[in-house]
């Protein structure tokens, strides 16, 4: 039996965060790892992806280039010379974070599945490890939702479309208009996928401002991408080449026709393989149950990052952020509560939707009295770019000048959120700071200072 003194099971960000942490304060550190070293980031999510985007983007582009005076003839697509160039950023990707974590003084990597024979050991293949204090950070797996007749017929999920296909699927029916379906379910389309996207909601992005699904909705619709909202999926089965997706609408029940089906409802916590029972490890299927400190409910044991379900969301930012503040408690016995804001959130879609804090409704429905305000991209940069999609939206309450959160739709929103994040994070939180402030002409900035200014009154 190997003993150390904290075993981290799982090397993706949240993991190899903590580790670090843990061997810097001294302890001797084992980490687990049944896959790629680096986790969903870099090698199956949000990297891959955004290539994956980058590719449909140029495309997109070049296809509009005569709208700019710009004619380049036909656009052809060669699929596996882009997903050749996603496999080898992720494949830096993974010799990058090995490459650091097998750097670090004090650490053992064990590549291998993980399971619990205790609440203190763990079994990987045929050793046997032992540690009083253990960190869960296995991450996130693909989810997928029971439909009949989906064991008997072939399917993609997001780890296929990165990892594995190397043509382009020609007709793809997407189930799930999240950010994983909305996000691959564009980038296919514009590499020539002829796309249908599935969503049980009436709306798009329920969650979000109304004007934001309204908004992208209109945008996928205007680039021949085909909706199907508040559809239940009765059944799905193969005829021949063909995919068939049986879908009921507004009571009306139709066939869908497709090589492909893509399951793109997001992901779940990763351990099924871990036999937490033997462990005493409380887990539903969105998470391992945590508390504030990020304890689980069998002593010495906690978890970060991805595995963990609400409140914390399943974001790169917030896994490092819980994989370094979860030492703090397994190194010092302390109770150190992990805040659970998740701070601001994107999909990278185009327009790329990005928010933070409450909604307008969220707010008034928490009781706050609220000033907004909201400008649309317009004129400047974004008539100059052809990019006079979306808005910036901000919620203040309206007594303090406090943002309480904002919403922006359009070309690089996830790069625009920052300048209200960082509002928000500043002393007292107020919206005075960006109206204050000069923003260069001409930008996309400015509309957000525009949105700030009406927002302030």
């Known amino acids: 039996m190997a003993e150390y003194d904290v075993i981290v099971v799982g090397a993706g960000m949240a993991g190899m965060n903590a580790a670090a942490k843990a061997q810097t304060a001294g302890a001797k550190v084992a980490v687990i790892e049944r896959d790629r070293v680096g986790g969903t980031c870099p090698i199956k999510g949000c990297i891959p992806t955004k290539a994956l985007i980058r590719s449909a983007e140029v495309a997109h582009e070049a296809r509009r280039g005569s709208d700019l005076g710009v004619n380049v003839g036909s656009v052809e697509v060669d699929f596996a010379a882009a997903v050749k160039r996603i496999r080898d950023i992720a494949a830096q990707g993974e010799n990058g974070s090995r490459g650091w974590l097998e750097s670090l003084d004090n650490l053992e990597l064990i590549m291998g599945e993980a399971s619990f024979s205790g609440p203190t050991t763990l079994i990987v293949g045929d050793q046997t490890l032992e540690a009083p204090k253990i960190i869960l950070a296995t991450g996130a797996e693909p989810r997928v939702i029971p439909i009949a007749g989906l064991d008997e017929t072939p399917y993609l999920t997001s780890d296929d479309v990165v990892l594995r296909i190397n043509e382009l699927p ?3 029916l997407v189930i799930g208009a999240g950010p994983i379906g909305l996000e691959l379910g ?7 996928s002829k796309v249908t996207i599935v969503e049980i909601t009436d709306t798009l992005l329920p969650q979000a401002e109304p004007e934001a699904g309204e908004t992208l909705a209109e945008a996928l619709r205007d680039e021949g991408i085909e909706l199907l909202l508040g559809a239940q999926i009765d059944k799905v089965a193969s005829d ?8 009921t609408t507004g009571g009306e029940t139709t066939e ?5 089906i893509l399951m793109g409802v997001g992901r779940g916590p990763a351990v099924s393989a871990l036999n937490l029972e033997a462990a005493g490890v409380e887990y539903t299927p969105d998470g391992v149950a945590v508390n504030g400190t990020l304890k689980t409910s069998s002593s010495g044991i906690f978890a970060a990052g991805d595995v963990v379900g609400l409140p914390y969301g399943a974001f790169t930012h917030v896994a490092r952020k819980m994989g370094q503040e979860v030492v703090q408690n397994v190194m010092n016995g302390a109770d150190h509560e992990v805040d659970s804001d998740v701070g601001p959130r994107a999909i990278f879609t185009d327009p790329e ?12 429905e928490a009781g706050h009295k609220v000033s907004v305000g909201k400008a649309g991209f317009s004129g400047g940069k974004a008539r100059a770019w052809g990019q ?10 309206k007594d303090t000048r406090r943002i309480l959160g904002a919403t922006i739709v359009g070309y690089h929103g996830a790069d625009l959120i920052h300048e209200i ?10 919206i005075d700071p960006v ?3 000069f923003h260069i002409h001409p930008t996309l900035g400015e509309r957000v200072a525009d949105a700030a200014a009406q927002a302030a009154g």
């Open 186 to 192: 564009q980038a296919l389309s514009r590499l020539g």
């Open 256 to 260: 869908l026709r497709g090589t492909d």
């Open 435 to 437: 109206v204050d402030s």
């Open 240 to 247: 021949g080449a063909e995919r068939v997706m049986t879908v």
């Open 421 to 430: 994040a960082v509002a928000m994070k500043a002393p007292g939180g107020l």
């Open 388 to 397: 006079e999609r979306g808005f910036a939206k901000i919620v203040c309450e």
């Open 353 to 364: 939707v990005a928010t933070i804090g409450m909604t307008e409704r969220e707010a008034i």
């Open 170 to 172: 020609p007709e793809l």
